[in-house]
């Protein structure tokens, strides 16, 4: 019977090590490092609040400021909005602001750039006149579309103008720009990238966007019916739309149509309600992990994008590398690098280096 008692414990030790090996899979999550000496701002410019940052296909690092917030006695030395660094931090080029043709946003808000290496840029600004457009750039800054104009929107049924945009993906397999609009509006609104053309619009659950919803009180435990701020948008290569609904501190998951899939609150709990306010992918194929932007309470939040759970968080409030103030969206390049951008006091954009799993 001794073979038998020793079979079974090699075979228990067998089922125990694959275990171990699958929850160790199952749990393990990124783990990053602040990169403190990067990025390198030519001409001894300096940045006023930080908007928004994105990464092109290049790995280069795109960061859209807001010069007009840079202190007086230094707006000699503000910098151009756009910018753009190689991963290592070196400067590439810098252009934007007002000029012949088009309206530039009176407050930067979020910037994207397609597959196809146009820039997109929106705004928020609410007087005197609201950012009701998004502007489509080439790589160089020269204007190709310029969709709504300023001061003109009517509201969530306008198909012709936005209304202070936060955010907005092109995803290339439908050559569709999904915008999240934002801060005037209650919606995602998809366009046609090439034309501007409308093609549908929604609000959170599917719900037809309304201008004047109540907040409170309605949905339940669910929430609101309605979105509060829709600052971030991202879509999965999956085909999967996942917005940032940021006063709701909850993250929404729809079809490209708009046919609603899941939600899931991110730190609701948590002092501020600010807890989505930007969302970034992991470039595994399986696009594994969220990370997400935590503007109130200083954090990112790791997300496992299939379930919606969030399995760790790090960064805290402060001026010191690595901690943050107002971080308001994020990005993430194909080596698994993160880039912050911060609004408010904080002014300035981080990169996280990707340091492996634990």
């Known amino acids: 019977m001794t073979w038998k008692r020793d079979f079974f414990v090699m075979a228990l030790l067998v089922v125990i090590a694959v275990g171990s090996s699958v929850l160790a899979q199952e749990t393990e999550v990124p783990t990053f490092t602040v990169d403190a000496a990067w990025p390198t701002l030519p001409n001894n410019w300096v940045l006023g609040q930080v908007s928004s940052v994105t990464v092109d296909n290049r790995d280069d690092v795109w960061v859209l400021h807001r010069p007009r917030t840079v202190p007086e006695e230094q707006q000699n030395r503000a910098a151009p909005p756009v910018l753009v660094f190689d991963d290592a931090g070196n400067f590439v080029r810098a252009w934007g602001g007002p000029g012949d043709g088009y309206e530039w946003p009176a407050n930067e808000h979020g910037i994207h750039?397609?597959?196809?290496?146009?820039?997109?840029?929106?705004?928020?600004?609410?007087?005197?006149?609201?950012?009701?457009?998004?502007?489509?750039?080439?790589?160089?800054?020269?204007?190709?579309?310029?969709?709504?104009?300023?001061?003109?929107?009517?509201?969530?049924?306008?198909?012709?103008?936005?209304?202070?945009?936060?955010?907005?993906?092109?995803?290339?397999?439908?050559?569709?720009?999904?915008?999240?609009?934002?801060?005037?509006?209650?919606?995602?609104?998809?366009?046609?990238?090439?034309?501007?053309?409308?093609?549908?619009?929604?609000?959170?659950?599917?719900?037809?966007?309304?201008?004047?919803?109540?907040?409170?009180?309605?949905?339940?435990?669910?929430?609101?019916?309605?979105?509060?701020?829709?600052?971030?948008?991202?879509?999965?290569?999956?085909?999967?739309?996942?917005?940032?609904?940021?006063?709701?501190?909850?993250?929404?998951?729809?079809?490209?149509?708009?046919?609603?899939?899941?939600?899931?609150?991110?730190?609701q709990h948590e002092g501020s309600a600010l807890t989505t306010a930007g969302l970034a992918f992991s470039p595994d194929p399986q696009q594994r992990f969220i990370y997400v932007a935590d503007q109130g309470n200083s954090h990112i939040h790791i997300v496992d994008r299939e379930t919606l759970e969030v399995l760790d968080s790090f960064g805290s409030e402060g001026e010191r590398p690595g901690e943050f103030q107002a971080l308001h969206h994020i990005a993430s390049d194909s080596n698994g690098n993160l880039y912050t951008a911060e609004a408010q006091r904080g002014q300035r954009v981080q990169k996280f280096a990707f340091v492996g799993p634990r």
């Open 113 to 267: 750039v397609d597959s196809e290496g146009h820039v997109w840029v929106g705004g928020n600004s609410g007087q005197p006149e609201s950012d009701d457009m998004l502007l489509k750039f080439t790589t160089e800054g020269d204007l190709v579309m310029q969709v709504g104009r300023r001061g003109r929107s009517e509201g969530n049924a306008d198909t012709e103008n936005l209304r202070r945009p936060a955010e907005s993906f092109v995803y290339q397999d439908t050559n569709e720009i999904y915008v999240a609009d934002g801060y005037g509006n209650r919606r995602v609104i998809v366009l046609d990238a090439t034309t501007g053309t409308f093609k549908r619009t929604w609000g959170a659950f599917g719900n037809e966007p309304l201008d004047s919803p109540s907040e409170v009180g309605e949905g339940g435990s669910e929430g609101p019916s309605q979105f509060g701020t829709v600052h971030g948008i991202e879509v999965s290569d999956d085909g999967l739309v996942y917005v940032a609904d940021r006063n709701n501190s909850r993250i929404q998951v729809f079809a490209l149509d708009g046919t609603y899939r899941t939600q899931a609150f991110i730190n």
